[in-house]
């Protein structure tokens, strides 16, 4: 059964700093291209950014390019999002995800950018 539990949300004020973290299992971690989605509020599930297998490339959304950066540590099956200079508009829901378009998720936690 996979599973996948997101933590490190939280309240930040705009220009802020927080790391998520993902804890993986019930499936092989190495196998998969792993990936961070969000969603923010009344909009749908957008893609921020993934990490290959080998976990020394990752790709970002434009919109998160330069101030996001993902990152595995494949022997604790963890999945990491370093998010540096938010802004309001980086409010949502985050999840980890096997998948880009977040269909195999875990349930989410929220990050607000608020001052």
């Known amino acids: 059964q996979v599973q996948l539990v997101e933590s490190g949300g939280g309240l930040v004020q705009p220009g802020g700093s927080l790391r998520l973290s993902c804890v993986a299992s019930?499936?092989?971690?190495?196998?998969?291209?792993m990936n961070w989605v969000r969603q923010a509020p009344g909009k749908g599930m957008e893609w921020v950014g993934g990490?290959?297998?080998?976990?020394?490339?990752?790709n970002y959304s434009p919109s998160v390019e330069g101030r996001f950066t993902i990152s595995r540590d494949n022997a604790k099956n963890m999945l990491y999002l370093q998010m540096n200079n938010l802004t309001p508009e980086d409010t949502a829901v985050y999840y980890c995800?096997?998948?880009?378009?977040?269909?195999?998720r875990g349930q989410g936690t929220q990050v607000t950018v608020s001052s």
């Open positions: 019930g499936f092989v971690f190495t196998d998969y291209y």
């Open positions: 995800s096997k998948d880009r378009e977040g269909r195999t």
């Open positions: 990490i290959y297998t080998s976990a020394d490339k990752g």
